[in-house]
């Protein structure tokens, strides 16, 4: 046992000698063992909170302050300042621990009183609620905030800790970096060595789970350069690789979607000028990121393979294979094992090594179902089979085959009636149509023309080394014909002007004959100069020439819609017609 301190071991004349100094500072003191045996109180002591404490000496102390709790001092071998309000709350007591070579060999208590109990609860309520907040600031980090003292011991983490580790709070609190690693909660420390050379380090750990994390501790340093605390801030690695890879992705996105809505993206070769393709766009953007199955529809020739392409260049399996099957293109007897594929040997003729069918190529990726219609009710049934359990059975094979896949069917037929004609299932429709989109034809969307012609032919000019261009009156017409092939059609009669017209200028003259035949009216010469009688004649009913007076009274209504709109987009939309209709009439009439 190390040697007590006298005063504890008899009622000597110390405790005079103690008494005069106490007394003359005014302070109350009282003295207790390592046992929690009260040995000493004051005078002033017994003063100031009634208590004949003296009568109490060599006494246990919780037998008379049931209150007061010395334990966390006595039982630990570190110096530690207690405080403690009494129930009335009109004084509090300070207790330090007394130590005898680093043991602790009795608890002084420091009566204080009055005015200065009271700044002192303000000040454990100002202190407590900085605490609380500061808590709460720690805990609304996604990223971990550890924070040890200048030994390295864990004092404190927010509650990000054990996400981003998998390890339970309770586990680190209190140890150094050495016992952690030690029971190999993880593999190596920086703590230590950031104590060692005060500066700030940065380090990939593994926890226990095996889970990567990217570990930063900075020193906290005090006036005279010695470390007071460590920082340390964790951040899930997998976590940021997968935060990157999404930024990077919808940047993308949306560099994609504004160039299309621009009408400059030259890949995917999508013209969005009108409202209903815009609204196609952005619904393709909103869609791509699900691996919902899609059902496009629209007339032949609308682009219904070029928004599956975009859809899949736009999703996360953009580096997976895009697969297309034009279901209409393979012979019935062939479907099931250019599909599924086959084992070897499964029929007469086959591969001797068998054949991985498209289901398994498009695996990671995308399938897109041209022309779904096409299939009989005996294959809708075993694709219906495939595309819900997203797994395919070779022909020849016993077990199923999984699958990774994304679901993209397409028709230009009308489905719903097929469906009540029993020509198409019922069900596979509803596992197909999760996210229906409808593309307009051409002749909804005739704004849009003057750019599809540039594009294409830019394209061909490209390719067949021209330099081929369109006259306005050609364009007009183009404009004005409906497409009943749609952008298919344009693309083939551009693609025909620009090989056999002799100029590089593709004029009215050029153009096939039934889209120059559909055209006479506009040929015609037309007088303007009897409009009002014309007019009179009509209200006479004397009609004489009927595609004069028509023409009149169009010439009228546009120059009354820009005289009041006095722009071609405000006279267009009083007209109730396109922009581009405005501008083409216009011209028609400047001419003649």
């Given amino acids: 046992m190390p040697h007590k301190i006298d005063m504890f071991n008899c009622r000597s004349n110390n405790y005079k000698y103690i008494d005069d100094i106490f007394s003359s500072l005014s302070m109350g003191v009282l003295l207790i063992d390592e046992g929690g045996i009260i040995r000493y109180a004051n005078n002033i002591w017994n003063v100031k909170t009634g208590l004949d404490v003296l009568s109490c000496v060599n ?111 309770k586990e680190v609190i209190g140890r150094k970096p050495k016992e952690m690693i030690k029971d190999g909660l993880y593999t190596s420390t ?45 951040r899930d690695v997998s976590e940021l690789t997968s935060l990157q890879k999404e930024i990077e992705m919808l940047t993308k996105k949306h560099e994609i979607e504004l160039s299309i809505l621009k009408g400059q993206d030259q890949d995917c070769k999508i013209v969005a000028h009108s409202k209903g393709m815009q609204e196609i766009i952005e619904l393709v953007c909103r869609v791509s990121c699900v691996d919902s199955s899609i059902f496009i529809t629209g007339e032949s020739g609308v682009g219904k393979e070029v928004i599956a392409r975009l859809i899949h260049r736009l999703s996360n399996r953009q580096e997976g294979p895009f697969i297309v099957i034009n279901c209409g293109a393979i012979p019935e007897s062939l479907i099931e094992s250019e599909l599924f594929g086959y084992e070897k040997g499964s029929f007469t003729g086959s591969s001797y090594s068998g054949k991985l069918g498209l289901f398994e190529i498009a695996n990671r990726g995308t399938l897109f179902l041209d022309e779904i219609a096409e299939l009989n009710m005996n294959m809708q049934v075993k694709l219906l089979r495939a595309i819900q359990e997203r797994s395919v059975m070779r022909v020849g094979g016993t077990k199923p085959i ?28 509803y596992r197909i149509n999760v996210i229906p989109i409808n593309i307009p034809p051409l002749r909804t969307r005739k704004e849009e023309i003057p750019l599809l012609v540039k594009n294409i032919l830019g394209e061909y000019n490209e390719k067949y080394k021209t330099n081929k261009s369109v006259t306005v009156k050609a364009l007009d017409r183009l404009i004005e014909y409906d497409w009943p092939g749609n952008i298919r059609e344009l693309s083939n009669i551009i693609e025909r002007l620009a090989i056999l017209t002799n100029s590089d200028e593709i004029t009215y003259e050029d153009l096939p004959s039934y889209l120059r035949n559909n055209n006479n009216n506009n040929e015609k010469e037309i007088n303007y100069s ?14 004489s020439n009927i595609p004069d007076v028509l023409c009149w009274i169009e010439h009228k209504l546009l120059e009354i819609a820009l005289d009041k709109g006095k722009t071609t987009r405000k006279a267009a939309k009083i007209l109730g017609v396109n922009q581009s209709t405005v501008v083409r009439k216009m011209r028609k009439y400047r001419e003649k």
């Fill in 402 to 429: 999984k699958l990774d896949i994304r679901i993209i069917a397409a028709t230009n037929k009308k489905v719903e009636e097929m469906i009540k004609q029993e020509k198409f299932r019922e069900d596979l429709y």
């Fill in 530 to 543: 009897n409009g009002e009688k014309l007019i009179e004649n009509i209200i006479n009913n004397n009609i």
């Fill in 59 to 169: 006494k246990k102390y919780d037998d008379i302050f049931p209150w007061l709790e010395f334990k966390d001092i006595l039982n630990k071998n570190n110096k530690i300042q207690y405080y403690k309000l009494n129930k009335e709350g009109n004084y509090f007591i300070e207790c330090r621990a007394l130590l005898n070579n680093k043991l602790v060999t009795g608890v002084i208590c420091i009566l204080h009183y009055q005015e200065r109990c009271k700044s002192f609860c303000s000040l454990i309520e100002e202190y407590k609620h900085l605490d609380e907040e500061m808590n709460s600031i720690l805990d609304s980090s996604y990223d971990c905030i550890w924070v040890s003292n200048e030994e390295g011991v864990t004092i404190r983490v927010n509650s990000a800790y054990e996400r981003i580790t998998g390890i339970k709070v």
């Fill in 190 to 234: 920086v703590i230590d060595p950031v104590i060692e050379k005060k500066e700030r380090m940065t380090i990939v750990n593994t926890t226990a789970s095996g889970k990567k994390i990217l570990v930063t501790a900075t020193p906290i340093l005090d006036e005279n350069g010695n470390i007071r605390r460590v920082v340390t801030n964790i």
